[in-house]
């Protein structure tokens, strides 16, 4: 029995644009079995800002699958999430959302020497670290093992209005 990949690739390969059936062909399963996982995963039919947000994710962030805990609702997630999608234009947004977006920005604005970071094994997951001389202008710490995305990348820039940006030195 054919068996779906973990919920990082799955998420991966939908919103690199492959369809439920393809990804089912791929794995030997049935298109309602990637369009169950990816509807218990909250992305099966993901609007086109909330998409690129999460796609703008560089980490392969913990859920429940996992064990010992999730990190896929942590709040510094979401907030990066929803100052993405204002950034964005999203029209969807709700007051909370956008009220999340905003602090979200302030904190950014308030402590432009720090980025969000993330770790996989600690129990919280997201931290604000200061920032490093290759963190440049990102408002996240890039993985070195990640390919940063042709496009959108400026939405991970420092937002206007910031102070200097300084990195810490090493």
Known sequence: MADLPSNAVLAKLHFSGLSDAQIAKRYGVT???VNKRLGLMEISSMPEHRAKAHALVPWDV???QYGGGSHHTAYPLEGLKMYLRRLMGDPSLSKRQEADAGRFERKLLKNPGLVLDYDRDSE???YWR???PQDG???IAWPLDKEKPAEDLE???MPSG???VQAVPQ
């Open 31 to 33: 298109r309602q079995a």
């Open 62 to 64: 913990k859920t429940v």
């Open 124 to 126: 919280a997951g997201f």
């Open 130 to 132: 200061e920032r490093t």
């Open 137 to 139: 202008t990102l408002i």
């Open 155 to 157: 939405l991970l820039e």
């Open 162 to 164: 910031e102070k200097e």
